[in-house]
């Protein structure tokens, strides 16, 4: 097998989501650097949109007075919304030419991570990250700060004047830029006096209320002013521990769990003199020699949203009820726009546990239509945002997405190839001969066999 087959298929997972169908065919003789070149090319940005229940209507239903009616009915569509919305972005994630800026929106879009009920409000955080993911992460950090989804999830609402609430400053210095152990508990009192007064109107605007903002001299990582929101967020950007802090996170993320701190300290370096400039950071990682070393190859689990994004490149489908998709991911545990928490979720073995794997080793069998789905996503009300319906029953009791595939065109692509050597990140662990033993020696059930196997789940 060709040296830049292994190393295209390497940069095609990290840097996207797996080998397309339509790029198969030239894989192996095509020159890593023009494909890094292809990965980076971007066109014009566009949103995901759709209409969303506008603020008189959303200002009904949180009114007290509100009848349980109208509730239950914004309920619904609040629901159906956000379904959407997840069905949009995997969509992007699986079809977009754009590789490379949905795998850094997806990375961010754990970073950031935000829980909010409003449909309007995730759309326009989503749509924030997808714009800015190969972007400025000072440009990032502020929009995202400046939006009505996070300030409404981590209480910035609340925040005023003489009653600060620190839950705000405090994730954005935990979280989103410096990371534990740079900073005290009196910075983060003195940076959520800073963002008192953060908030946003019922369309969805940014708004500061200078009414509620605390005009106090404030101390906050060594320096001392009168200072704001914008403030505090540049103060941060100005400590190297944010650049490292953030270089890290993308070294474990992209290349290995398991960190080369004089590599991570190169990287953090240039990163931060290039006043943080994402799409470089990512450009000397990917166009690097110890990125294609061995040990960096094979060495990730997939998380849920990457193994089915994965199976739907490679495999030609339509899919007639997209909508059941959302209990794939409810079941393998990473639901798009629903992380578990403020930090988002927790990679490698966590994806992992006996019941999620046997899932993931029967997905190619379930979708392929051999074999049915036997389970149903645990009674988790959490998951469901709250809203338990009859037809929220009912979502939890379906069989399978209805998925035709088109086993030709799979046929036509692998008839003079090795299936294994585009599916599989590691061969070289792999019992190609037990695999086989299943195979009815058709390239359907190679390709099935091949996607069922603990090596598939590694990328």
């Known amino acids: 097998m060709a040296d830049s087959l292994l190393k295209n298929k390497h940069l095609l997972w990290r840097a996207g989501f797996g080998v397309g169908i339509n790029q198969i065919d030239d894989l192996k003789n095509k020159n890593t650097k023009t494909l890094l070149g292809e990965l980076f090319k ?8 759709y209409d969303t229940p506008d603020a008189d209507q959303v200002a009904d239903y949180m009114n007290s007075t509100a009848t349980a009616e109208k509730k239950k009915e914004m309920q619904r569509i609040y629901r159906e919304q956000n379904n959407e919305l997840n069905l949009n972005f995997l969509n992007s994630i699986v079809n977009s030419k754009e590789q490379m800026r949905e795998k850094m929106a997806f990375f961010w879009h754990g970073h950031f991570a935000s829980r909010v009920q409003n449909p309007k409000f995730n759309r326009q955080l989503l749509n924030t990250i997808r714009k800015n993911a190969l972007g400025n992460f000072k440009d990032l950090l502020f929009e995202v700060s400046q939006s009505p989804a996070m300030l409404n999830f981590l209480n910035n609402q609340q925040n005023k004047k003489d009653h600060p609430n620190e839950n705000f400053a405090r994730e954005v210095m935990e979280l989103f830029t410096m990371g534990r152990g740079n ?67 993308i070294y474990k993320f992209f290349v290995n769990e398991k960190v080369d701190n004089d590599t991570i300290n190169r990287l953090s370096t240039s990163f931060y003199n290039s006043g943080y400039d994402i799409k470089k950071l990512m450009n000397d990682i990917f166009s690097s020699e110890w990125f294609y070393d061995p040990k960096n190859m094979g060495n990730r689990i997939k998380s849920p949203i990457e193994l089915m994004a994965g199976i739907m490149r490679i495999l030609p489908m339509q899919i007639q009820n997209p909508e059941n998709l959302i209990v794939y991911q409810k079941l393998l545990g990473q639901m798009l726009l629903y992380p578990p928490n403020v930090a988002g979720w927790p990679n490698g073995k966590s994806w992992i546990d006996s019941s999620t794997l046997m899932l993931r080793l029967q997905v190619p ?80 059930m190679n390709v099935i066999n091949l996607m069922s196997t603990p090596e598939y789940q590694l990328c």
């Open 42 to 49: 971007e066109s014009n940005f566009t949103e995901i949109t």
């Open 183 to 249: 900073y005290t508990e009196k910075d983060v009192r003195e940076g959520a006096r800073a963002f008192t007064g953060w908030s946003y109107d019922k369309e969805g605007n940014f708004k500061e209320r200078k009414n509620l903002h605390d005009e106090g001299t404030k101390n906050f990582l060594g320096k001392t002013g009168n200072f704001d929101g914008s403030d505090v967020l540049n103060i941060i950007l100005e400590q190297k521990a944010t650049a490292q802090f953030i270089t890290t996170k």
């Open 365 to 444: 069998q379930i979708w392929s239509g051999l074999r049915p789905l036997e389970y149903t996503p645990r009674q988790d009300d959490d998951i469901d945002m709250g809203m338990k319906s009859k037809e929220t029953a009912l979502n939890k009791t379906f069989k399978n997405p209805n998925i035709i595939i088109d086993w030709n065109r799979i046929d036509n692509v692998f008839a003079h190839k090795n299936c294994e050597d585009y599916l599989i990140q590691n061969i070289q662990s792999m019992d190609l001969n037990t695999v086989k033993n299943f195979s009815d020696n058709s390239i359907k």
